[in-house]
């Protein structure tokens, strides 16, 4: 039998020749205790959730501390500064804690700046760490720019010094978006970072390394660890501090290709259990993120949501883990479930038909027509390679499409990333096998620091065709040599077009589309 071909997937769990040697870990790696001399928030500090009036501040402090939050259209605070109190941070919640700033002014630039204070002497406090972020406008006059991409410190290919940390971070942050749309595969929590990985021209990638990185995660401490490997460059903090974030998960917060109900056959785990480790996973992301919702692992918290920039954009947030049915060859004739499952399914078509927006993001963290392998035989998105009549998840995609072209729901686009490349597929009922859908376009981007891989192939159901590719020549190509993607997305304010362009770390534009307001289909 003939080897099985190398995917992104399949070099996860792959061994890797490293070198022994080991880096210092930043003195912000540490876990936080009790300790003398004043709190620090030495990881930064996140916004997120903005609309018109209100936003979400998250930081994190290196000891029992409680936060609060001045805010002030003033960069310099020099006048109309407000305190917003926050939360006593302590260790059930990681020290991470989230204020939420409202009676916010619409569509103007916030500057805020965050102090933490020792609980028992007040007097004690940290340095300020400060942050902006623009509050949603009213009007559609406003422009809106955003930026997205996924696949953050995986394959091995974690935080280089050499390089520079994750630069991808700052050259975004010098593009001014309104917010960043994080999508997917925040971390690599199966994906152990070592301190050396050799690279095909003799040189050496060097890792900044922990504890935390140095296994597969399983306990919530080290998923924690996962989030906090991140937060150690610089860029990325500096990027944080001024572009809120939206962020949904993928299946690298918990592990490759999981699945409700799955059991895990992979001798580095002792928790076999992936709904256990999903539970730890969504814990510690909504600790590190600016979710509200999610804090505490809260039960009633979900994923999936909609975020609404203004009247021009609607976000559109899916979650494409926590509902759906196990990997399978995908030729099911009815499959309820789906990928979304039935409860979301109603929600994201309830909604996108309410929505008065002028644009309608659905940010996918799986593509739909691409298809991605899990193994010999089964899938792992939408798309299973057969190019006739939907099957398997397949049906629940063709009833939202089917849904958005009976409704005339205008402007819906969707974006994703996951297959570490970047592309631009066109998707129309005149080639699909199914043809009950007004045609529209899907970007992916990504990954933003981590393996590169070739392009994968389409599956002709839904009529896809690629506008535009471009991907690595083999598996798991270093950042190094494969920069980071990203996707970039502005909306006019006057005319109402929206024009994305897939662009690249240090490369400019790759490729770029405008698409007309008010059309079902584009």
């Known amino acids: 039998m003939a080897p099985m071909p190398h995917t992104r997937r399949s070099l996860i769990g792959g061994s890797l020749a490293l070198s022994s040697a080991l880096f210092a870990v930043p003195a912000l790696a540490a876990p936080a205790f009790a300790r003398s001399g004043r709190p620090n928030a030495l990881w930064g500090v996140q916004s997120g959730e903005i609309t018109a009036h209100s936003a979400t501040v998250w930081t994190r402090s290196d000891r029992p501390?409680?936060?609060?939050?001045?805010?002030?259209?003033?960069?310099?605070?020099?006048?109309?500064?407000?305190?917003?109190?926050?939360?006593?941070?302590?260790?059930?919640?990681?020290?991470?804690?989230?204020?939420?700033?409202?009676?916010?002014?619409?569509?103007?630039?916030?500057?805020?700046?965050?102090?933490?204070?020792?609980?028992?002497?007040?007097?004690?406090?940290?340095?300020?760490?400060?942050?902006?972020?623009?509050?949603?406008?009213?009007?559609?006059?406003?422009?809106?720019?955003?930026?997205?991409?996924?696949?953050?410190?995986?394959?091995?290919?974690?935080?280089?010094?050499?390089?520079?940390?994750?630069?991808v971070f700052e050259e975004m942050r010098l593009r001014n978006p309104d917010f960043f749309l994080f999508s997917g595969d925040t971390i690599y929590a199966d994906g152990p970072i070592k301190p050396a990985v050799p690279l095909r021209d003799g040189t050496t990638w060097r890792n900044i390394t922990t504890e935390e990185k140095s296994k597969v995660a399983e306990t919530l401490a080290e998923f924690r660890g996962n989030f906090r490997y991140n937060l150690l460059d610089d860029n990325l903090r500096a990027f944080n501090a001024q572009v809120p974030v939206l962020a949904q998960w993928d299946d690298h917060e918990v592990r490759n290709n999981w699945y409700p109900g799955q059991v895990i056959d992979d001798p580095r785990y002792t928790v076999r259990d992936a709904d256990t480790l999903a539970a730890r996973a969504r814990q510690a992301f909504g600790e590190y993120f600016p979710v509200t919702d999610l804090r505490g692992g809260r039960a009633e918290g979900r994923m999936y949501r909609v975020m609404r920039y203004g009247p021009l954009l609607d976000v559109f947030v899916l979650d494409m883990r926590t509902y759906r049915n196990a990997n399978s060859p995908g030729t099911a004739t009815e499959d309820p479930i789906g990928i979304l499952g039935a409860e979301q399914l109603a929600w994201l078509r309830r909604e996108l038909t309410r929505s008065r927006a002028t644009w309608k993001v659905i940010a996918s963290d799986m593509p739909l027509g691409i298809v991605v392998p899990d193994g010999a035989a089964n899938f792992e998105a939408v798309a299973q390679g057969d190019p006739g009549a939907p099957l398997g998840r397949e049906l629940q995609i063709a009833e939202l499409l089917r849904h958005i072209k009976h409704q005339r729901i205008t402007g819906t686009l969707w974006l994703t990333a996951d297959v570490h490349y970047t592309a631009a597929n066109h998707y129309a009922p005149e080639r699909a096998a199914f043809a009950d859908f007004a045609p529209f376009w899907e970007f992916v981007s990504g990954p933003i620091g981590a393996g590169g891989f070739p392009a994968g192939r389409l599956d002709a159901t839904f009529g896809p065709e690629t506008a535009f590719v471009q991907s690595a020549p083999f598996a798991n190509m270093s950042p190094s040599e494969n920069p980071p993607y990203y996707g970039e997305v502005d909306i006019d304010g006057g005319s109402g077009e929206l024009t994305v362009r897939l662009r690249r770390q240090g490369g400019g534009v790759l490729f770029t589309t405008t698409l007309q307001p008010g059309r079902v289909g584009q």
């Open 65 to 167: 501390a409680w936060m609060s939050v001045e805010t002030s259209p003033s960069e310099g605070f020099r006048y109309a500064v407000r305190r917003h109190r926050g939360p006593l941070l302590g260790p059930s919640g990681d020290f991470t804690g989230t204020t939420v700033l409202r009676d916010l002014p619409p569509g103007q630039q916030i500057h805020y700046r965050v102090v933490l204070a020792d609980p028992d002497d007040p007097r004690r406090t940290s340095e300020p760490v400060h942050g902006s972020f623009r509050t949603t406008p009213v009007s559609r006059r406003h422009d809106v720019r955003f930026v997205w991409s996924g696949d953050l410190a995986g394959q091995g290919w974690g935080i280089n010094p050499d390089l520079g940390g994750y630069r």
